[in-house]
């Protein structure tokens, strides 16, 4: 056996080195033809090394070979491009059943045929339960035999990478699933008396969430709060800022902060957990008063409720008192003033509170520039009221209809919430559209 060894295809055994195995003549087409497989052969012998080349060129097979007699050799020639592997499982070096695995765990994504010269039932059974595509006995090999094996194994190994990536997907939608229901929130409204429907759906394509959050709460007095905001952007940095200031609200609700000082805490946790200055969230939080037709707004750079009764159409809230949105200007505790002073509304007996981030009323109309707005969003939502559409179908149809002018899926995230007291009031309900 020679001592010398190349980093390519084998020559008859008389030459004193091994010289590439030239590829077999590509005939006449005028196809153009499949680009050659690249398959790797690790035997020590270079007879046998030209024994396959000659039974690949007998059948015209398009395949690059190329030869290692060693498996420490073969780990310096395996690359993306490798197809396949043709490995010798009587290898001085480490071969059987225990070579094929350590070349499994290195190189799992590629096809590997095991071969031997022993005519051994058990030993090729076990080397396909190790992990091999196939087994082959060299005696039994011939041309057409070696040639379908390769190609077989090839796509017998893509059809298993492609049935493991699509568990892999699957799996990662039952965890993403999970996740989801953990971070977006389940309202504490026992006892209030309220009706509470969500809509969701992040502007990215495959993503959990986006920037934009809500929650609504009661507290030990009575009072419901309701917040709905807006993170700019959005990336997943975006989406896990807003779960962190949904879940700072409302653990600060709990803790008895309202208003200024509550909105003042949110900011600061803003600017802790943002990854850039650049970073601001609009945000608006209602408190409801219990037994009483009064609710107390904050608006910070948020767009405006509106509220919805029977018999007459949506009315904006008030807006023209908002502040900023947090994080665009700095904390000014000594300035005198409130940077988000509170409006005092009016709700009435029987009422429908539609929060919403801007998502929903920035969408196109048509293939021009015009947006919907907030005033195409009331004449929308009033159509709907005088059509006799009431709690989550009216704002499923609002979504879709909002879907629909804009010619597709809206490139921003969406929550929408709708607040009910009087009328039927039933369990609150929540859905993530994706």
Avoid at 133 to 149: G, H, N, P, S, Y
Avoid at 166 to 188: D, F, I, K, S, Y
Avoid at 194 to 208: E, I, K, S
Avoid at 278 to 287: D, H, K, Q, S, W
Wanted: glycine share 10%; with cysteine.
């Amino acid at each position: 056996m020679p001592a010398t060894e190349r980093a390519h295809e084998p020559q008859p055994s008389t030459s004193s080195a091994a010289a590439p195995i030239p590829h077999p003549r590509p005939r006449p087409s005028s196809a153009t033809p499949a680009a050659p497989l690249s398959v790797l052969l690790i035997d020590d012998s270079p007879e046998d090394a030209e024994v396959f080349r000659n039974l690949l060129a007998e059948v015209g097979a398009e395949v690059r070979l190329r030869w290692a007699r060693t498996l420490d050799r073969a780990a310096t020639m395996i690359d993306a491009d490798t197809a396949c592997i043709l490995l010798d499982l009587e290898l001085p070096d480490g071969g059987g059943l225990e070579g094929l695995r350590r070349l499994l765990r290195r190189w799992p994504r590629t096809a590997v045929l095991a071969v031997t010269g022993t005519v051994d039932v058990h030993l090729g059974a076990a080397a396909v339960a190790a992990g091999a595509q196939d087994f082959l006995v060299k005696q039994e090999i011939d041309a057409r035999l070696l040639t379908r094996a390769v190609r077989y194994a090839v796509e017998r190994k893509r059809a298993d990478e492609s049935q493991r990536r699509l568990v892999e997907a699957e799996l990662r939608g039952q965890e993403n699933a999970r996740l989801q229901r953990h971070l977006l929130p389940t309202p504490l409204l026992d006892g209030s008396g309220l009706a509470f429907h969500a809509r969701y759906r992040p502007g990215r394509r495959r993503a959990l969430l986006g920037g934009d959050f809500y929650d609504a709460v009661r507290t030990a007095d009575g009072t419901v709060h309701v917040v709905i905001g807006d993170v700019c952007g959005h990336g997943p940095d975006e989406a896990a800022l807003g779960v962190a200031l949904r879940i700072a609200w409302r653990t600060l609700v709990f803790a008895g902060l309202h208003g200024e000082a509550l909105l003042g805490t949110l900011q600061r946790v803003l600017e802790h957990e943002r990854r850039s200055e650049e970073i601001f969230a609009t945000l608006c939080m209602l408190a409801i008063e219990p037994d009483s037709e009064y609710a107390e707004l904050h608006l910070a750079g948020h767009p405006a409720p509106l509220l919805l009764q029977e018999g007459s159409r949506p009315e904006m809230l008030p807006y023209d008192f908002g502040g900023p949105a947090l994080g665009l200007l700095p904390l000014e505790p000594d300035a005198g003033e409130e940077q988000w002073p509170p409006r005092k509304v009016r709700l009435g007996e029987e009422w429908s509170l539609m929060l919403y981030t801007d998502g929903l009323i920035e969408g196109r109309i048509g293939a021009g520039t015009r947006r919907l707005g907030q005033e195409g969003l009331i004449a929308m939502i009033g159509d709907h009221q005088d059509s006799g559409l009431r709690d989550e179908l009216l704002i499923d149809t609002a979504m879709s209809e909002v879907e629909d002018l804009n010619g597709g899926a809206l490139a921003d995230d969406v929550a929408v919430l709708l607040l009910t007291r009087g009328g039927s009031t039933t369990a609150a309900a929540l859905t993530v559209l994706d």
